[in-house]
């Protein structure tokens, strides 16, 4: 079955297109237009993720987004607004949101962060996972041994955190936050820079691996692109 979104979009013209691209690319879409009728939906049917914009008649996203929450505190919600301020993103997360996004915004990435959200529930299912057998490597988490073709290497803690990652996420987004958080336990200028640097180690490690690439996205995130 495809994944649902509800989507709650008061602009009926800007709420059509985005349903229309959603659903080209494979989800099951509901449009509402004002926040009431939003509460309604949720309450009627089930989805698998909410996109709320912020400013609407009659019930607004943030108003919405607390009463979903009070429903089904597991329910994924993004924000997609124009409003821009840094209270308002802060209110954002603040109300549990998974992610923030402001407008104009890229469709490509919008679409890469409502597949991460989604991935995140079924890869923390599949965490406890320690070896992966990927094209031509052979990758043991818990040894922090990694086999390419005929050459082995022993990755260092920071390496093998990242590249569990990106295998638990292969052919997916993997967000630049998600793995910040959970192998340098925080977000800032020196641990993105840090990052970037074990990426390129780790492009090095597997290059002689045709069948893999290590890709940047929108400079958001990271694939693990498996070609055969």
């Given at each position: 079955?495809?994944?649902?979104?509800?989507?709650?979009?008061?602009?009926?013209?800007?709420?059509?297109?985005?349903?229309?691209?959603?659903?080209?690319?494979?989800?099951?879409?509901?449009?509402?237009?004002?926040?009431?009728?939003?509460?309604?939906?949720?309450?009627?049917?089930?989805?698998?993720?909410?996109?709320?914009?912020?400013?609407?008649?009659?019930?607004?996203?943030?108003?919405?987004?607390?009463?979903?929450?009070?429903?089904?505190?597991?329910?994924?919600?993004?924000?997609?607004?124009?409003?821009?301020?840094?209270?308002?993103?802060?209110?954002?997360?603040?109300?549990?949101?998974?992610?923030?996004?402001?407008?104009?915004?890229?469709?490509?990435?919008?679409?890469?962060?409502?597949?991460?959200?989604?991935?995140?529930?079924?890869?923390?299912?599949?965490?406890?996972?320690?070896?992966?057998?990927?094209?031509?490597?052979?990758?043991?988490?818990?040894?922090?041994?990694?086999?390419?073709?005929?050459?082995?290497?022993?990755?260092?803690?920071?390496?093998?955190?990242?590249?569990?990652?990106?295998?638990?996420?292969?052919?997916?987004?993997?967000?630049?936050?998600?793995?910040?958080?959970?192998?340098?336990?925080?977000?800032?200028?020196?641990?993105?820079?840090?990052?970037?640097?074990?990426?390129?180690?780790?492009?090095?490690?597997?290059?002689?691996?045709?069948?893999?690439?290590?890709?940047?996205?929108?400079?958001?995130?990271?694939?693990?692109l498996v070609k055969n």
């Amino acid at each position: 079955m495809n994944n649902r979104i509800l989507l709650v979009e008061d602009d009926q013209s800007f709420g059509a297109v985005l349903k229309d691209y959603l659903t080209i690319n494979n989800f099951e879409v509901t449009l509402a237009t004002d926040g009431e009728q939003g509460l309604k939906e949720f309450t009627e049917n089930e989805f698998d993720i909410c996109i709320f914009d912020v400013m609407m008649p009659k019930k607004d996203g943030f108003s919405l987004a607390e009463d979903v929450k009070r429903i089904d505190k597991n329910t994924p919600i993004i924000f997609l607004t124009a409003r821009n301020m840094r209270e308002d993103i802060l209110k954002g997360y603040q109300l549990g949101a998974d992610d923030y996004i402001t407008k104009p915004f890229d469709t490509e990435l919008l679409l890469y962060k409502i597949k991460a959200i989604l991935q995140r529930s079924s890869v923390s299912e599949d965490e406890e996972q320690e070896q992966f057998k990927i094209s031509n490597i052979f990758f043991d988490s818990m040894l922090r041994q990694l086999r390419v073709g005929d050459n082995e290497y022993k990755l260092s803690p920071k390496e093998n955190e990242l590249l569990k990652l990106l295998c638990l996420h292969r052919n997916d987004f993997m967000p630049r936050d998600l793995a910040l958080r959970k192998i340098w336990k925080k977000e800032n200028y020196f641990t993105a820079r840090s990052m970037d640097v074990y990426i390129a180690k780790l492009r090095k490690l597997l290059k002689d691996d045709p069948g893999l690439e290590i890709i940047n996205v929108h400079g958001e995130g990271f694939r693990l692109l498996v070609k055969n």
